[in-house]
Each structure stands twice: as C-alpha cells, then as structure tokens.
C-alpha cells in the first residue's frame, strides 16, 4: 500500500510559475544581442511573473557592483566587494538565501520594505563573477530550493548571452 504524499500548493504553484516563465524568458531573448535589451527584459519577466518585490542585477566593475537593469523601487547604486548579500555572493561565488535580511550580518538596506532575499552569481566564460543577480522578497522566509533550483536555471541563460 502506498500513502499519499501531501504536496503543499504553494510549492506546487511556485514551480509552475517558473515552468511557465522560464519559455517565456527564453523567448524575449532569442535573436537579442545587446546584454542590457535582455537583462531588462529579464528582470520585469522575473519581477510580474513571480510577483517579486525588487529584481535586478549588479555588474561587477573597478571591484565594485555597479546597479543594472531593475525592477522595483529605487535601489542602492554600488555594493562593495564581500559587503552585503550581493558582495558576499559575489565574494563566495555561490548562491545566498537569507530568511530574514535584518539577521543577515552586514546587510544592506537599500529598503526597509525587502525582507528576505536570494542571491545568485552569473559567470563569464573565464569563470569569474561578472555580475549578480539579486532577488527581494516583502515577505520573510520567501526563497528556497525550488527557487535556487529555476533561478539558477535562468543564471545559466544569462551566462550564455555574455
């Protein structure tokens, strides 16, 4: 006899959205060279299709993160190296998720409005960090697995257009 495994709808849902928006993504980009046309379009698909409160990328320049394509309020304009979500990500080269941003040491606040949020670092074909992509959520405890799992999906898109 086999027992029923209870799948809670929120997860079940998350996936989808991202099922459904991952072609969606793929799409806007083909034929698209220019990195700013696409990352733009990347962050407002991330940003409705999932109903984030802020998404946007940093680019590393000079050793610092420089603010990119954004969609949600205004944001801070550079990240130093190891500073932050971002700089630590960066720093680290591996994906962060903070429950909670106030129990984050060093966390900057660039809203006191974002809450939780995920990290993840984008790649250049020489390995190196070129740029993170930098996910807030108005809500504690929003990003997980299944979050790291789809995002990390879309890293290795935007790693393809550099």
Request: with cysteine; hydrophobic share 40%.
């Amino acid at each position: 006899m086999t027992e029923n495994i209870y799948i809670p709808t929120d997860i079940v849902d998350k996936s989808s959205k991202y099922q459904s928006l991952i072609p969606q993504i793929k799409a806007l980009v083909e034929g698209e060279k220019d990195i700013i046309a696409n990352l733009s379009n990347i962050m407002s698909a991330l940003k409705y299709g999932m109903d984030f409160f802020w998404v946007g990328c940093y680019f590393v320049k000079d050793n610092e993160l420089v603010l990119g394509p954004f969609q949600g309020p205004v944001a801070c304009t550079r990240i130093a190296f190891g500073k932050g979500v971002c700089g630590t990500s960066w720093k680290e080269k591996k994906t962060i998720i903070v429950p909670d941003v106030n129990k984050f040491p060093g966390h900057i606040a660039c809203s006191s409005d974002s809450k939780s949020e995920i990290v993840l670092p984008v790649f250049n074909s020489n390995k190196d960090v070129a740029l993170v992509l930098d996910i807030d959520s108005a809500n504690l405890n929003t990003f997980d697995a299944i979050d790291q799992q789809y995002l990390e999906e879309i890293v290795q898109l935007i790693e393809s257009l550099l």
